[in-house]
C-alpha cells in the first residue's frame, strides 16, 4: 500500500514534471486560470485583474530612431498620472517598456518577453512599420491586443488578417488626401514634384497622393527617390527643380527632409509651394534650416502642438505638462513626441473605458468599436473612430503653415473618410 | 534653360558632391599609405570630429577657433586609437584587422548617438552663402570652397608623401615594417602618426560636409561607400587619384541619376559599387595607382 503511495506521488511528480516541460516547450498555451467566467466566460484574462491591468510598449531607446523613444515617456507619465487618480476603472496600469533599437528581430524578441514573461495584458505601441510588422503575426495568434500602433502605413487599417491590431494615427494615405484636397482647392492646376524615400512609406503616401488628385487638373510631374543609405538628396533635389513644378511634396525622414527644406531655401531661382510631410514637420527637423529658411511651408497635424501658445490655457495642455514635469522630469514637455504619447495612452484610456468585458478579446472589440470619441489632446474636430472592418482611429487632419517660429493651423479639419470614402483594401 | 545648360549644371552639382566624397577619400589614402590598411571606421572619426566641433561652435566658441582645436583633438584621438584598438592587433592576419576596424565603425556611431542623440543638427557654413551664376549654371561658393579646401589637402599630403623624409619612413614602414624596424625607424610611431593625420584628415573632411548633409551619426556612412569607390579608382596611393576618382564618381553618379533612366535616383547608389568591381577587374591598383610589385 505505502509502496503504491509512493509509486502514485512519483507518476504525479513526472507527470507534473512532463506537463511543466510540455507547456514549457509550447509557450503558446495560455494559463488554464487566465478566463473569465459569466457573460465574458472563456476570454482571456491574461495580464488583468480587478487592481492591475500588465502593457507592455516597445519603442527604440537606442539606435538611430532613439529620438523617437521619448514617446514612451509621455505614454508612462499619462498612465502615471491616472494611476495617481484611482486608475482605470479602479486598475493601477503597470506599463513596461522594452527597448528594440529599431531593429525587428529584437521587436520580435521583447514581444515575446512581453507576453510571455510578463503575461501582459496587450502590447500597447510597437513603433516603426519595420518593428511593427515583424510581431503582428505573433500577437495575432497568441491574440494578444495589440492597438494603436505608433506608424502610419496603410497596412494596419486595411488588412482583414490581424483582428487584434489597429492604427492610431492619421494613416499616410489619409496624409496625401489632406494635401490633395488642399491643393485642388487653391492650386487645382498645379504641377507637382516629388520627393519620396524609396520604402513602403514613401511609396504609401505617393501612391495615395496620385490617386487623390487623379481626374483633377492636378499632375505630378516629375518624381525622385532616395534611398536611406544615400548621403544626401542634392542631386535629386536638382532634378526636380529643373521640372519647374510649382509644388514640391516632401516625403521624407527627418534628416533628408533637412536636407531638402535647405536645397528649396537655397535655390533662388524655383520656388514651388513646399509642402513636407507630417513625419520631418518637427522643430528638431526645422530648427537646423533655420526657421528663415522654411516661412511658409505647409504641412498637416492632427494633435496639439505643446511648443504652440495657441495652447498655453488648454486645460489638457496644463495637466500634461505638471504630470510630465512630476512623472518624466528629465523630459522636455515641449517635445511633440511626448504629446504624441500622451495623445495616445489617452486614447487607450477611453478603450479601455468602453471595453465589455475585461478580457483580451474585450479590448479588442472596444478598440474596434469606437464611434466619434473624443481624446483632449487631439485638436478640435479630430475625434476617434472604428468599426468591424475600419481600424484607422484617426482620418482627420488639419493644415499648418510654418509662421515665425511655429506652426500656424489654417482652414478646417479634413476629414479624409468623408471627403474621400474609405481607404480600398 | 537648355540642355546644355543643364547638363553643366548637373556636372556642377556632380563635382559638389564628388569633392565631398575626396575629401573622405583622402583619409583613406593617407590611412592606407601609412599603415597599409583599409580603415572601414574612418567616416565614423570624421564624423565624431565634427561632433566635437560642433560642441565647441555650439558652447560658444568662434567657427575658426574650434577648427583648430578640433584638428588638434582628432589628430591625438587618432594616434590613440592606433595605440590602444590597433596595435594588439598589429601583426594579425588583414582580416582581423577589417574586422577591428569595423567594430570601431559601430562603436563610434553607437557612442555618437549615446551622446548626441541622432536627431539632426545643425553646422555652421564656413564659406559665405550664395554663388555665382556662370552662363546660367550656378555654382554655389561653397562648392568653391570645398574644391579649394580639398586641393589644398591634396596638395599638403603629395608633398609629405613625395618629398618630406618622414614620407620616406612612412612608405617604408607600409612598404615592409620589418626591414624598417630594422633600419632603425620606430615603426609604433609612424603608425600612429599615420592614424592621427588620417584622422585630421578626416575631420577637415567632416566639417566640410556638415553643413551640407547635417550632422547627425549616420552622416558619414553613405559617404564612406563613394569615398571607397573614389580610392580605389583613383588607387589607393595616390592623393591625386583620389581626388580625380572623387570627382569622376560625383559626376557619373550624379549623370547617370539624372539621365539614364534605367538607373534614376533609386539605383544611383550601385554606381560607385561598379566603378569598384570594374577598376578591380580592369586595373587593380586604379587610375594613379602603382602596381605592388612582389619579389619573385
Same mark, same amino acid.
Given at each position: 500500500m505505502r509502496k503504491t503511495t509512493t509509486l502514485r506521488a512519483a507518476a504525479a511528480a513526472s507527470a507534473a514534471l512532463l506537463l511543466a516541460t510540455a507547456c514549457n516547450s509550447q509557450r503558446g498555451q495560455d494559463d488554464k486560470d487566465a478566463a473569465a467566467d459569466g457573460a465574458c466566460q472563456g476570454q482571456q484574462t491574461t495580464g488583468i485583474t480587478d487592481r492591475t491591468i500588465k502593457l507592455g510598449g516597445i519603442y527604440p531607446l537606442s539606435g538611430p530612431a532613439s529620438a523617437y523613444g521619448t514617446i514612451s515617456k509621455g505614454v508612462s507619465a499619462y498612465f502615471k498620472h491616472v494611476n495617481d487618480k484611482g486608475g482605470i476603472d479602479g486598475r493601477t496600469v503597470v506599463f513596461t517598456v522594452r527597448d528594440d533599437g529599431y531593429q525587428p528581430p529584437k521587436a520580435v524578441e521583447e514581444a515575446r518577453r512581453l507576453v510571455e514573461?510578463?503575461? %501582459? /495584458?496587450? %502590447? /500597447?505601441q510597437t513603433l516603426g512599420t519595420p518593428s511593427t510588422a515583424a510581431v503582428w503575426d505573433y500577437l495575432d495568434k497568441r491574440k494578444v491586443p495589440q492597438p494603436f500602433v505608433a506608424t502610419g502605413a496603410s497596412v494596419w487599417g486595411t488588412d482583414d488578417n490581424h483582428p487584434w491590431t489597429t492604427g492610431w494615427q492619421p494613416n499616410y494615405i489619409a496624409e496625401a488626401r489632406v494635401y490633395a484636397k488642399y491643393l485642388k482647392e487653391e492650386k487645382p492646376k498645379a504641377k507637382v514634384a516629388v520627393l519620396h524615400q524609396n520604402d513602403d512609406f514613401g511609396k504609401d503616401l505617393l501612391g495615395g497622393f496620385k490617386a487623390a488628385v487623379a481626374g483633377s487638373g492636378i499632375k505630378v510631374v516629375a518624381e525622385e527617390s532616395y534611398e536611406v543609405t544615400d548621403p544626401s538628396v542634392s542631386a535629386q533635389m536638382t532634378s526636380l527643380a529643373r521640372s519647374r513644378a510649382d509644388v514640391l511634396l516632401n516625403i521624407t525622414t527627418p534628416k533628408f527632409g533637412s536636407q531638402a527644406l535647405a536645397a528649396d531655401a537655397k535655390n533662388t531661382r524655383w520656388n514651388p509651394l513646399h509642402i513636407v510631410n507630417n513625419v520631418s514637420s518637427s522643430a528638431t527637423v526645422l530648427k537646423p534650416v533655420g526657421f528663415k529658411n522654411v516661412q511658409g511651408v505647409v504641412s498637416a497635424t492632427y494633435f496639439k502642438d505643446p511648443a504652440d501658445p495657441q495652447w498655453a490655457d488648454d486645460a489638457e495642455m496644463k495637466t500634461y505638462r505638471d504630470a510630465l514635469r512630476k512623472y518624466a522630469p528629465d523630459s522636455d514637455p515641449a517635445n511633440q513626441f511626448n504629446a504624441y504619447g500622451w495623445a495616445a495612452a489617452s486614447s487607450l484610456h477611453k478603450a479601455l473605458d468602453a471595453m465589455k468585458c475585461p478580457t483580451r478579446e474585450g479590448l479588442r472589440d472596444a478598440v474596434r468599436n469606437l464611434k466619434d470619441v473624443e481624446v483632449d489632446m487631439l485638436l478640435p474636430g479630430v475625434t476617434l473612430s472604428t468599426g468591424p472592418a475600419d481600424a484607422f482611429p484617426i482620418e482627420t487632419m488639419q493644415l499648418m503653415r510654418f509662421e515665425g517660429e511655429r506652426w500656424q493651423l489654417f482652414g478646417k479639419p479634413v476629414d479624409t473618410r468623408k471627403e474621400f470614402g474609405p481607404l480600398a483594401k | 534653360m537648355s540642355a546644355v545648360t543643364e547638363l553643366l549644371q548637373q556636372v556642377v552639382e556632380g563635382v559638389g558632391s564628388g569633392a565631398v566624397y575626396a575629401s573622405l577619400a583622402l583619409a583613406l589614402v593617407l590611412i592606407h599609405r601609412f599603415t597599409g590598411i583599409v580603415n572601414f571606421a574612418q567616416g565614423e572619426l570624421a564624423m565624431i570630429s565634427t561632433y566635437v566641433a560642433w560642441q565647441l561652435v555650439a558652447s560658444g566658441m568662434s567657427f575658426w577657433l574650434a577648427l583648430p582645436v578640433t584638428l588638434a583633438v582628432s589628430f591625438a584621438g587618432g594616434m590613440l586609437i592606433e595605440r590602444i584598438v590597433i596595435r594588439p592587433v598589429q601583426n594579425a592576419p588583414e582580416l582581423t584587422m577589417v574586422i577591428v576596424t569595423v567594430g570601431l565603425f559601430i562603436f563610434v556611431n553607437a557612442m555618437a548617438g549615446l551622446i548626441w542623440s541622432f536627431t539632426v543638427k545643425d553646422f555652421p557654413q564656413p564659406f559665405p552663402d550664395g554663388g555665382i551664376d556662370l552662363a546660367g549654371v550656378r555654382v554655389d561658393w561653397s562648392t568653391f570652397g570645398i574644391i579649394a579646401v580639398v586641393a589644398v589637402v591634396m596638395g599638403l599630403l603629395y608633398v609629405l608623401f613625395q618629398h618630406t623624409s618622414i614620407g620616406l619612413v612612412m612608405r617604408a614602414v607600409a612598404c615592409n615594417p620589418a626591414s624598417a624596424r630594422l633600419s632603425g625607424i620606430r615603426v609604433g610611431r609612424v603608425l600612429m602618426l599615420g592614424w592621427g593625420l588620417a584622422a585630421t584628415v578626416g575631420a577637415v573632411s567632416g566639417v566640410l560636409v556638415a553643413p551640407v548633409l547635417f550632422l547627425e551619426p549616420n552622416m558619414m556612412g553613405g559617404v564612406l561607400i563613394y569615398a571607397f569607390a573614389a580610392a580605389t579608382l583613383g588607387g589607393f596611393d595616390s592623393p591625386v587619384g583620389a581626388v580625380v576618382g572623387g570627382l569622376c564618381v560625383g559626376v557619373a553618379e550624379t549623370l547617370a541619376g539624372a539621365y539614364v533612366d534605367v538607373i534614376g535616383a533609386d539605383l544611383k547608389v550601385g554606381v560607385p559599387l561598379v566603378i569598384i568591381l570594374a577598376v578591380l577587374l580592369v586595373r587593380p591598383q586604379g587610375l594613379f595607382g602603382r602596381a605592388a610589385v612582389e619579389r619573385a
Open positions: 514573461q510578463e503575461k %501582459v /495584458f496587450a %502590447v /500597447f | -
